[in-house]
Nanobody, 115 residues
Framework: QVQLVESGGGLVQPGGSLRLSCAAS????????MAWYRQAPGKQRERVAD???????RYVNSVKGRFTISRDNAKNTVALQMNSLKPEDTAVYYC?????????WGQGTQVTVSS
């Protein structure tokens, strides 16, 4: 069973950058899609970005051009580079892995964008 642990969250000013990392306790090479979700207070969890084993990426419109998702199957890690951060990016960010038979979730890391 793979466990996911996020890191890299924190407080940043608008326009700043953060890099989130997700470390898996086991191999992610069998997990076809790795993704980052976020949930802001009072809102539903939304998928921010995902990446397939083949490297195909997708982003929610609100982060296109600002966020970049990447994965390293050899190191069993997934990253989310976030640039030009806005206050509306404030949320708890969750790492997710989706295989054919189950979903894996991390515990989340808080990102706060505020001056």
């Amino acid at each position: 069973q793979v466990q996911l642990v996020e890191s890299g969250g924190g407080l940043v000013q608008p326009g700043g950058s953060l890099r989130l990392s997700c470390a898996a306790s086991g191999s992610i090479s069998s997990i076809n899609t790795m993704a980052w979700y976020r949930q802001a207070p009072g809102k539903q969890r939304e998928r921010v970005a995902d990446i397939s084993n083949g490297g195909i990426t997708r982003y929610v419109n609100s982060v296109k051009g600002r966020f970049t998702i990447s994965r390293d199957n050899a190191k069993n890690t997934v990253a989310l580079q976030m640039n030009s951060l806005k206050p509306e990016d404030t949320a708890v960010y969750y790492c997710n892995g989706q295989s054919l038979i189950r979903a894996y979730w991390g515990q989340g890391t808080q990102v706060t964008v505020s001056s």
